[in-house]
């Protein structure tokens, strides 16, 4: 379907990849994987013809149809959500314009020879249309939205209506309606909640019958759709047969295999350096030495790829609060609407958090959760009830909003400073490279990092500060799969207690050991982790 051979990138004077090579097949569900910069977006880029190969081949079929979902979804203005996910089948939209007036055209007289070219225009115009899924475009537009968290309620309001977040599925749901034989997807599940994630898991399992590539930090996600990962880095491009578990494990089977042929090649260039510096100046030895001076000469050196450091981060043990370290009591929010009407979020919300208790939050999209764990860390007034903290508890709160309030002109270094002003620069630098900062890289400028980026930052001073209780809502957005590991290690030692909201099963399935469930307003609290959550909610199946 499509064949890339031999390709190599250079971005200026950065080498991306070269000799690389691999093929898209009809139906395969392939994983890109790869550290930040390393290439993946300019693979999807070179497949899409958006740029240019500096050498090698790209082949594709005549009529293959690519769509492509990227972080950048353009301008979104002038259309309802659902004539924005039509609009993204324009071609189909306009075979059928086609179709009909041919229909029209074969009702009025015509000479046997213009008839038959008719006739054949229109077989090649039918074929194209029932491949492209013409004759359900509409009813698929709307189950995708749906599907994604757009019900019919909001099919018609204006795109202008929506949030960044909301485009976004948008956005994925004009390419996901498409049905393109080659479907690219850059991180489509950043902006989407669990319930979303499930039903895009279905829907590519069951619905979507093409090839697909895609970019993915999630884990659990990455597991369930791919049976082949392409990773990208140290310039080369190398396949793996297998889901992301399996390629973790077989990348450091190879790695270890590397290492060890590595480590017999340079045993024997030792020996073989040794006889030739020992034996050079003697005549009696000239033919030999000249023969393994040729024989070194067409050796192919084996190369290690620069390590990836091993980053933990350590937490100072924090000062111990009491065992209830918050009390609930009849907890109600709401929020006055456009229309000045109170709209409620949840009520009569009563419970103890204890000390120690690593707790997930979840519900479906819009069921208050972020809402809830604000009321909690006093970011906001609750519309009745009391929320009290117990003894010495310290609270930190992370948001995404707090990455809003980094001073844009500081440093890195600096940020990280100011919220730990007693500790030396090493111990600064430790917690920063265990956030992936090292080098230069703590210097950068906060207004010159990407959302990753400055999400790490706000992490790093938050775990900096003596803090018992962290209130968590999705502190793994933004964060790559390495990132995430990094992160749950961390809140895995903590000693403390911690209340999150977060999309990322493998994290919430990794930590937490109860669980609190908002729905219709109400709270349920599960006495288990997250697997036994999903048993008593959805049964073994899930």
Known sequence: MIHLSNITKQHGAQLLFRDASFQILPGSRTGLVGPNGAGKTTIFRLITGEEEADAGEISCGKKTTIGYFSQDVGEMAGRSALEEVMAGS???????????????????????????????????????????????????AQAVLTGLGIGPDRFNLPVESFSGGWKMRIGLARILTLQPDVLLLDEPTNHLDVESIIWLEEWLATEFGGALLMTSHDR?????????????NNKTVTTYGGNYDFYERERELRHEQLVASHRRQQEMLAKEEEFIARFAARASHAAQVQSRVKKLEKIERIELPAEERAVRFAFNEPPRSGDDVVVMNGLAKSWQGADGLEKPVFSGISGIVRRGEKIAVVGVNGAGKSTFLKALAGQTAPTAG????????????????????????????????????????????????AFLFSGDAVEK????????????????????????????????????????????????????????VSHDRHFLRSLVDRVYEIDHGELRVYQGDYAYYLHKVHGEAA
Do not use: W
Request: proline residues 3%; without cysteine; charged residues 25%.
């Open 386 to 433: 009391t929320v009290v903290r117990g003894a010495n508890v310290e609270l930190g709160y992370f948001s995404q909003h707090a990455m809003e309030l980094l001073d844009p002109r500081k440093t890195v270094f600096e940020t990280v400073q100011e919220a730990m002003p007693l500790a030396t620069i090493g111990v600064i630098r430790n917690l920063l490279g």
């Open 90 to 140: 324009a071609a189909t939209v306009q075979l059928a314009g086609e179709l009909k007036a041919m229909e029209r055209a074969m009702a009025e007289p015509l000479g046997d020879d213009e008839l038959a070219a008719l006739l054949e225009r229109y077989g090649t115009a039918m074929e194209e249309f029932e491949h492209r899924g013409g004759y359900d475009l509409d009813s698929r």
């Open 445 to 500: 400028r906060i207004e010159n990092l990407s959302g990753g980026e400055r999400s790490r930052v706000v992490l790093a001073t938050l775990l900096a500060r003596p803090h018992n209780f962290l209130v968590l809502d999705e502190p793994t957005n933004h964060l790559d799969i390495k990132s995430r590991e990094i992160l749950l290690d961390a809140l895995r030692n903590f000693t403390g207690t911690v209340l999150l």
């Open 220 to 232: 659990d996600f990455m597991n369930r759709i791919v049976s082949r990962i392409i990773e990208v």
